[in-house]
C-alpha cells in the first residue's frame, strides 16, 4: 500500500494474448493481480471476462487491491 511507482504508465514489449494490443504497465499489473501471470491481458479483456466495465474493473482494483490507475489511461 502507498506504494507509488504507478504514476507513470510504461508501454511494453508485451501484448494482449487475446486482442494482441500493446500492453502497459497497468495492464500488467491488473493481469498479474488477477492472476493472468503466464499470459497478460489488456485491462479491456480483463473486464470483459470479469463481465466488468472498465470503470467498474478499475474500481475493483482500487478497492480490493489498492491499486489507482494512473491518469490518462
Ligand atoms: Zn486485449
Redesign the pocket.
Known amino acids: 500500500m502507498g506504494n507509488s511507482n504507478d504514476k507513470h504508465i510504461r508501454w511494453l514489449e508485451d501484448y494482449?494474448?487475446?486482442?494482441?494490443?500493446q500492453?502497459n504497465s497497468w495492464?500488467v499489473r491488473v493481469s498479474k493481480a488477477l492472476g493472468y501471470l503466464k499470459y497478460h491481458?489488456?485491462?479491456?479483456?480483463?473486464a470483459?471476462g470479469y463481465g466488468r466495465t472498465l470503470p467498474e474493473l478499475r474500481n475493483v482494483m482500487e478497492e480490493y487491491f489498492g491499486m489507482r490507475p494512473c491518469k490518462g489511461i
Open positions: 494482449c494474448h487475446y486482442c494482441g494490443s500492453l495492464d491481458c489488456c485491462e479491456r479483456c480483463i470483459k
